[in-house]
């Protein structure tokens, strides 16, 4: 079973940037599609930004194409998003994940139900 812990979240002025990393242990990121999703209260966890597996192709949620950048070292099982140009509408706790059964992200726009998540990590942006 993967166990994920994100870091690097924190409060920051619009306009910031912030650096998440997440480490996974337990098993291997490498043939998952992994991804960072974000949660704010009363609302439904989405996904933000995602790589397939296979293909290593990346996608992100229209509203932050273009501002955030995910990689990852699947040597070190370590997944980074670089969030630029950050918006109060940012604001969420934000979680790490692994596709549990195959390598293809899911539709990000959509709450999807077929992801293993590790503790998430806030991040608040003021305006």
């Known amino acids: 079973e993967v166990q994920l812990q994100a870091s690097g979240g924190g409060l920051v002025q619009a306009g910031g940037s912030l650096r998440l990393s997440c480490t996974a242990s337990g098993a291997p990121l490498a043939g998952h599609a992994i991804g960072w999703f974000r949660q704010v209260p009363g609302k439904e966890r989405l996904g933000v930004a995602c790589i397939n597996g296979d293909d290593g192709e990346a996608s992100y949620l229209d509203s932050v194409d273009g501002r955030f950048t995910i990689s990852s070292d699947l040597a070190e099982n370590t997944l980074y998003l670089q969030m630029n140009s950050l918006k109060t509408e940012d604001t969420a706790v934000y979680y790490c994940?692994?596709?549990?059964?195959?390598?293809?992200?899911?539709?990000?726009?959509?709450?999807?139900?077929?992801?293993?998540y590790g503790k998430g990590t806030q991040v608040t942006v003021s305006s």
């Open positions: 994940a692994r596709e549990r059964h195959g390598p293809l992200c899911p539709i990000l726009k959509f709450p999807y139900n077929g992801m293993d």
